[in-house]
T-cell receptor
């Protein structure tokens, strides 16, 4: 049973370019969370999605960042016009459907974004 | 607002000795608490959680955690440390404003187990 998959694992972008991060949840999981980890810090919640719905995006910057989780395919975190401060590790986590708070989240290996 | 604190940036322990990694929390309502471990360049791995029930929670790899409501603590413990336990440990609490596990993480504690 494959775990949470994220790609790419490493992504380098110049300032002003777009970054597109992908997350495939574990088989059977329909809830996806995105977190950001700045160097030497803990993870910070960004957004929580269910299939085709954004449930909570309270941790996501209102400009340049967007997320989606289509009916088919992976969840995508998109960062437009990246700046150096976006350099971080972005982790995706998934959990099973149903009463979500009863279940732990399973994390992917992360995408390390470097903005030059 | 919900928060979690890990007061130690680093914990050093000799192999074979017991280890404790500290975590305190502040929540409104019942706390849902988690411990995760992160190895270099890897994602987080779930160790254990407390939702309700016994105050002593047993988890993966021989780890356990003790929930103490009066002290608002959820310390991670292991009776005998291994060198392979060296990693970054995160305590997390559920932000209980929604019916899902939006987690608030502590800053992490680096555990170093010396041979």
């Amino acid at each position: 049973n494959a775990g949470v998959m994220q790609n790419p694992r490493h992504l380098v972008r110049r300032r002003g370019q777009e970054a597109r991060l992908r997350c495939s949840p574990m088989k059977g999981h329909s809830h996806v969370y995105w977190y950001r980890q700045l160097p030497e810090e803990g993870l910070k919640f960004m957004v929580y999605l269910q299939k085709e719905n954004i449930i909570d995006e309270s941790g996501m910057p209102k400009e340049r960042f967007s997320a989606e989780f289509p009916k088919e395919g992976p969840s995508i975190l998109r960062i437009q016009q990246v700046v150096r401060g976006d350099s971080a590790a972005y982790f995706c986590a998934s959990s099973p459907p149903g009463t979500s708070f009863l279940y732990e989240q399973y994390f992917g290996p992360g995408t390390r974004l470097t903005v030059t | 607002a919900q928060s979690v604190a890990q007061p130690e940036d680093q914990v050093n322990v000799a192999e074979g000795n017991p280890l404790t990694v500290k975590c305190t929390y502040s929540v409104s309502g019942n706390p849902y608490l988690f411990w995760y471990v992160q190895y270099p360049n890897r994602g987080l791995q779930f160790l254990l959680k407390y939702i309700t029930g016994d105050n002593l929670v047993k988890g993966s790899y021989g780890f356990e955690a003790e929930f103490n409501k009066s002290q608002t603590s959820f310390h991670l413990k292991k009776p005998s440390a291994l060198v392979s336990d060296s990693a970054l440990y995160f305590c997390a609490v559920r932000d209980g404003t929604g019916g899902y596990n939006k987690l608030i993480f502590g800053a992490g504690t680096r555990l170093a187990v010396h041979p």
